[in-house]
């Protein structure tokens, strides 16, 4: 028994057969593929999903509200998060993979509307993906510091940093289980649900694939008022892990949490980046408070240099895009707003490889196993997935099948073409 492989090019697998046994592989003339392309000209949006109820910070100060700056953690209200989904009009498969986004904001302003968000909902559910912005809790508690009733003093420390991710974090998880829950209702496979995430979303998305075990949440977390487990809110029952990770500016706690985890990982980040940092270096690090009585003291994080490094030692695979002398949201954003002009050429650049690293996490990989008795050959489909396979055996005949049966007319060399199909593609 042979054994043949082959290279994938957009669906189509092609390999060169004699019975010599020798292979060349040969690519086709490209054309639009669902995931890859826009392959939708219309999309459905169903606004304002809730995706669970949660304990939101409320003790805002007033001169601070607008960047959800608290008075502590003592108060909270429990309110709820939405979710916008978008969907490919006219879709007749039943069960597709699913993309969530998180917006930027240093986990105080921002929200679902985020101008990227929505256009990267929009791209990628042309694509033929169900897709769902979301929103999550924002907001940091600081100690502040009164004089007969008026504030003089205000301080937000590392552990109110830790704190208002974590709650990010939590809501994160939540959503992941939320679609699997509603899996049927959206057209998901629950198998394919990936979470992508720009500068705070990003650190969730990252955060997502490390921190993912009790003994790893931060003491800071489940000091008073506890936040909880990783999973205090929304559904049960369900995993809260993205199945494939695109993290844009992004960075992680600390690299010992990178374990053995295999799970896809996609990092783009300027190499000058001042907000999230490159490297290692404090969040937030460019902000200058110009009033000596209040103090910002974010924590320390790892960027996606540091993230690459430890992924290499470890020999885990992953992919990046790194741009020297490149600053934070370089695909023409300020904190998820477009320019009047819109983004700028990075845009495209980056929906691209994101859509290629996404489509070969689940692709189907070509294989097939042969058997050869003079001039009858004897060939079966061994691919990757469950498959439709279709059979050029170069001579001009044609069959359809796993286990096929081929008797040529005359000994030669013969180019056979496997073309498979599964049930996404």
Not at 11 to 40: D, G
Not at 50 to 56: K, N
Not at 259 to 279: I, M, Q, R, S, Y
Request: a negative charge; proline letters at 4%.
């Amino acid at each position: 028994m042979k054994r043949g492989h082959s290279i994938f090019n957009r669906s189509i697998f092609q390999l060169a057969f004699c019975f010599l046994m020798i292979f060349v592989p040969t690519n086709l003339s490209a054309q639009p593929f669902r995931y890859i392309n826009q392959f939708f000209d219309k999309i459905d949006t169903i606004k304002n999903v809730e995706y669970s109820r949660a304990e939101f910070l409320n003790n805002p100060i007033a001169v601070l509200a607008n960047y959800n700056v608290h008075d502590g953690e003592n108060e909270t209200e429990l309110r709820p998060l939405y979710m916008d989904i978008f969907m490919p009009t006219g879709d007749t498969i039943k069960k597709r993979p699913a993309i969530i986004f998180a917006h930027s904001g240093g986990f105080l302003i921002g929200t679902r509307h985020n101008d990227d968000m929505i256009a990267l909902c929009d791209s990628f559910a042309r694509r033929g993906y169900v897709t769902a912005t979301i929103d999550y809790r924002r907001g940091m508690g600081a100690k502040v510091i009164r004089f007969w009733g008026m504030i003089i003093g205000l301080e937000a420390n590392e552990t109110n940093g830790y704190r208002a991710f974590y709650r990010a974090h939590q809501d994160a998880r939540t959503a992941i289980r939320f679609l699997k829950q509603n899996a049927e209702n959206y057209g998901i496979d629950t198998t394919k649900i990936f979470f992508t995430g720009s500068s705070a979303g990003a650190i969730m998305a990252i955060q997502n694939l490390f921190l993912d075990k009790p003994e790893e949440v931060d003491s800071a977390a489940l000091a008073e008022p506890t936040l909880g487990s990783l999973d205090a809110t929304g559904v049960q029952g369900f995993g809260a892990k993205s199945n494939g990770t695109a993290a844009f500016w992004g960075s992680l706690e600390k690299p010992g949490l990178i374990e053995n985890e295999a799970t896809p990982l996609f990092l783009v980040h300027g190499t000058d980046d001042d907000v999230v940092p490159f490297k290692k270096g404090v969040l937030l690090g460019n902000i200058e408070v110009p009033v000596s009585t209040v103090s910002l003291s974010m924590p320390e994080a790892y960027g996606s240099f540091c993230i690459d490094t430890a992924l290499q030692n470890r020999h885990i695979a992953h992919q990046t895009y790194f741009v020297e002398g490149k600053k934070h949201e370089f695909y023409g954003v300020d904190t998820g707003v477009f320019p009047d002009d819109g983004p700028n050429v990075y845009w495209d650049t980056i929906i691209w490889k994101t859509s290629s690293f996404l489509f070969d996490i689940f692709k189907p990989n070509a294989e097939f196993n042969f058997e050869t008795n003079q001039l009858e050959t004897f060939f079966e489909n061994t691919s990757s997935a469950e498959t439709l396979a279709s059979w050029d055996f170069g001579d001009r005949t044609f069959e359809t099948g796993n286990s096929v049966r081929h008797v040529y007319k005359e000994p030669g060399v013969y180019r056979v073409t496997l073309k498979i199909c599964n049930n996404i593609n």
